[in-house]
């Protein structure tokens, strides 16, 4: 399991200037292809985005734009299949359209969403939602479920083979 931030990235806008659908690769000299990357190696992916006004982060955003026009330029089949889940945070409102923008993400770029594939918390400071019982066990769902599914839909997690796709010596 790994996690990335996407502020920890440098991403810029996406211009809409369809390049990436001459040579399936980004004009712009950025951390996209990276994070694309990082994505395409994981069994799955859970996103997550504070709700600061009624919708995700600007950078949640710039996000969304880059990774799903390269996912639409390269004909959306590098995600197809791959099990998607998301968390939004507010401090009153917001959670659902965060949420909803996430999910829409994930269904354009053809990702799988298990029942529950959401879970959201409402808190203010830094650390605050950890008292928010609710939200707390909607996340634990939420990753149930992902590994479930990921479960049933990687091939590679079955019984007969291991992690790094070798099949599995049985032990008597």
Known sequence: MSLIRISDYRL?????CRACFSDK?????????????????ADGVILGSPSYFQA????MKIFIDRIGFLALARERKDFAGKVG?????ARRSGVANTCNQMLTFMT????????????????REKGEVA???EGMESA????????KMVTMTNPRNDETTSRTG???TKRS
């Open 12 to 16: 810029e806008p996406c211009s809409a």
């Open 25 to 41: 690769n980004c004009v712009i000299d950025d951390d996209c292809e990276k994070i694309y990357q990082e994505m395409l190696r």
């Open 56 to 59: 995700v982060t600007a950078q």
């Open 85 to 89: 889940g998301v968390i939004a945070v």
């Open 108 to 123: 354009a770029v053809r990702m799988t969403i298990p029942g529950g594939g959401r879970a959201f918390a409402i808190a």
């Open 131 to 133: 008292h928010d019982k």
């Open 140 to 147: 634990r769902y939420l990753g149930k479920m992902m590994v």
């Open 166 to 168: 070798k099949p599995k």
